[in-house]
């Protein structure tokens, strides 16, 4: 798939910005803060309703305005659909496909799928585990748009759960009874959502493993430690539990051990927002292995980070679809062997976007259509 024309309306930096573009790679270059990242972000944005930058939508409404409108032409196997997500501050989105309004916002998920490369992405290896969690479950949701409600609901019944386990932890007498039958009906909730969490997380990660192996080794070609490997870290034993009912029983029986602790501390501590995902480096299959995150070189972290983000694109790619990859600042930060490397491995896609501060900063295996974009005006080197 690829995005043909681009259209922003109050939209970051841009009150209005019309761009098309073709399939191949485009390169917006232009000086720090001129609002190459903003056009990305956008088209980011209508993949998986949320910014690789940001955590709310805030920042992504231009000062002043109270309503940013992000629309893109999407081409996918000859076929062009129009998609546009109204970002409303302090208001409830909206979302349109061909002008017609979708029911339920997160209906947009997954009609565009991009994979974005930035240099956030050293979080991956260098970060907490909830960097690695919303890792995986981003891609989940592009691979399967369903789950964006179980995240949704998984989120929901967390907060519900842990205001009462403050409550709970508090009350006394016939007061704390009355919480703890509460509980017990939220201990189900999470059990129950939380298994299908953690069901497609287990699934996904099998999936992704062994694009994870060979992205690692064609990036780090030549390194020492070639073997690379990702594991899900449950925070409690599963035992062999990997289908949904299995799992929620097995929280469940987790969450009756731990209740105590739980009240105590008036947070859930059992479920997969416990979790993290595991990555690990050896000579080979049987050698000891390292894990990635305290032992790894800075070069060795980037080549995983890279590696994490070429696996995801192969997965969807294996799934029967070309995602648009965004290649977003990323070749600065890269020595020259894993840029050149980089150039080559993304040089077949569909659609590469990429933005840089310099022309120098894009190699030249990625030739192809080149925007300067200054003071928010984006104009085509013809
Ligand atoms: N909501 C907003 N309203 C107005 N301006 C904004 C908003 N959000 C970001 N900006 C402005 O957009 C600019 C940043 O644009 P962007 O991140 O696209 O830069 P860039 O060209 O990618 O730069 P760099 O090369 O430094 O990454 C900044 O000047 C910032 O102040």
Redesign the pocket.
Known sequence: MHVSHLSLHDF??YAAAEVSLDAGVTAFV??????????V?AIDYLSRLQSHRVATDA??????ADQAVVRAAVVRDGRTAVLEVEINAGRANKARVNKSPLPRTRDLVGLVRTVVFSPEDLALVKGDPSDRRRFLDDLLVLRAPRLAGVRADYDRVLKQRNSLLKTAGVARGSAREGALATLSVWDDHLARVGAELLAARLALVEALRPYVGKAYETVARGASRDDAEIDYKPSFDLGDATAPAELAAAILAEVARRQKDELDRGVSLVGPHRDDLLLSLGHGPDDARLPVKGYASHGESWSFALALRLASYDLLRADGDDPILIL??VFAELDAGRREQLAELVSGAEQVLV?A?VPEDVPAALAGARYR?AAGEVTRDE
Request: glycine content about 16%; aromatic content about 0%; hydrophobic content about 25%.
């Open positions: 970051r930096s232009g000086r720090n803060g001129q609002g190459k990242t903003n056009l972000e920042p992504l409404v231009r000062a002043g977003d600042d933005t501060a974009v």
